[in-house]
């Protein structure tokens, strides 16, 4: 069940695509997409220290990585790895009970147990069908599954977004057994405070993304619930326990009519806007750098902009919902990263002798030559893939609602190649940015 739930086949190059792959690159993609499947555990930390040799390895055979590459980028991140966790019979035979289920979310040690659960399922199955009932069948189980999607720095969600571009199963497998088994944030908690107060005040008009980014900068309460001695658990210490509230009073304006229309202009919006946080918050007299955590809102925009158009088994309701989410998660992840002022003409300015008058081809042979985790070359091709959707509402009404558009998607991209490349992986990217604590790495000395 497993080899062809995991395989890609000659006919699926991805949406957002190089120039094509030398001979024998498809062939080794799947051997490795397969050995990480049985080998390796989906998490290789105690908290947070995602596995994902799958969205690296899916994502450089998509811009065109030959047979090699593909195998460098796949030890770039496999040295961390930890071994697949024991598979727990017991457990495994009762997890049809909701209960029982639940009882056991959260605990990453039985990643294998719910993942051959899912295996099981889908197997008897469709797997688009088994999706929708752990994730949109309005069931208890559900209900915590769709929230547990948004932890993990929306790594299941990514996950998910890849076995519907590249059709394959068993990786949809994995991200509900991610879901199942994550870090827990109390993002449910906050989901549905936000939830709550945008029922209660439903009338009110549509206020842009971007404005509610100010507002929660201008917002003490917010902007301070987050402290550095919080350290990883900014969101469920900080955000969610000092200010929830708050946040939810803010962000559960943030709403989507049940329009078609409307997902796919709120859905560019939400793209855009994410891009700009990553491009306007530097710190004076630092190197130019992306926080870590904001990037994550960019490379899984791609996939929740899949999410949006998946109308033949997800309802427009549950769509809709998703992407509000997703907002309300972009926005919390601005808090939680110290809600930096932002420089709306440093992404315009750009410029870098290195990377000056590069394509976007340019960027996809380089990037895929690079040792990685895989996080710049997503990023890279999430950002093209933006410049292409959000390209039709860029001269119309609500062209003010886009900080980010025309060549200024190459820009974000060229930069985010020419502050990660030649570095080691943990300093790629800066973590909690509106914190001065986190510039001051000596490697970030200008």
């Known amino acids: 069940m497993t080899t062809a739930a995991l395989s890609v086949t000659p006919e699926q190059h991805g949406i957002v695509r190089g120039k094509g ?21 989906i998490f290789f930390r105690p908290m947070g220290g995602m596995n994902h040799i799958s969205h690296s390895i899916l994502t450089c055979y998509a811009l065109g990585a030959d047979p090699k590459q593909l195998q460098d980028r796949y030890h770039d991140e496999g ?3 930890k071994p697949m966790p024991p598979l727990d019979m017991e457990l495994l035979e009762k997890l049809d009970d909701h209960e029982i289920f639940s009882q056991n979310m959260y605990v990453k040690a039985q990643y294998q147990t719910f993942l051959r659960f899912f295996e099981r399922k889908i197997a008897a199955s469709e797997w688009k069908a088994v999706v929708h009932e752990f994730l949109f069948s309005r069931s208890r189980i559900a209900t915590r599954m769709f929230c547990a999607m948004f932890d993990g720095l929306f790594h299941p969600l990514i996950h998910l977004g890849l076995a519907i571009e590249f059709d394959l199963p068993g990786l949809a ?7 199942a088994t994550n870090d827990n944030s109390d993002i449910e908690k906050l989901f549905e405070m ?10 009110r008009s549509p206020t842009s993304i971007l404005q509610l980014v100010h507002e ?12 550095w001695s919080d350290l990883g658990l900014k969101m469920r210490n900080g955000l969610v326990a000092r200010g929830g509230e708050a946040f939810a009073r803010l962000a559960g304006r943030f709403r989507i009519a049940a329009d078609e229309d409307e997902l796919a202009r709120r859905t560019a919006e939400m793209m855009s806007t994410c891009a700009h946080l990553c491009g306007a918050a530097q710190f004076p007299g630092k190197k130019t750098k992306i926080d870590f955590f904001w990037m994550h809102e960019v490379t899984s925009s791609l996939f929740m902009s899949m999410l949006a158009k998946q109308r033949d088994w997800i309802s427009l309701e549950d769509r809709v919902l998703l992407m509000e989410r997703k907002v309300r998660a972009d926005l919390a992840w601005y808090a939680c990263s110290g809600s930096p002022p932002l420089d709306e003409n440093f992404l315009p300015n750009y410029s870098n002798p290195e990377s000056d008058g590069w394509s976007w081809d340019d960027l ?3 990037v895929v030559k690079e040792h990685d985790d895989g996080h ?15 390209e039709e509402f860029e001269n119309g009404e609500w062209n003010d609602y886009l900080p980010v558009k025309g060549d200024m998607w190459l820009k974000l991209a060229r930069m ?15 973590r909690f940015t509106g914190f001065p604590e986190a510039w001051q790495r000596p490697d970030l000395l200008n």
């Open 173 to 179: 497998a994995e991200a509900l057994a991610q879901a």
């Open 216 to 227: 929660v900068r201008a917002s003490e309460e917010i902007r301070t619930a987050p402290r």
């Open 364 to 366: 996809y042979k380089a």
């Open 376 to 390: 710049a070359a997503k990023f890279i091709r999430a950002c093209k893939y933006a410049e292409e959707t959000c």
């Open 416 to 430: 985010s190649h020419d502050t990660t490349k030649n570095t080691e992986i943990d300093f790629k990217w800066v």
């Open 21 to 41: 792959n030398p001979p024998g690159s498809l062939e080794e993609l799947n051997r490795l997409l397969h050995k990480n499947h049985e080998t390796y555990h």
């Open 194 to 203: 936000c939830e709550t107060e945008a029922l209660a005040h439903d009338d």
């Open 79 to 81: 040295v961390s790895q």
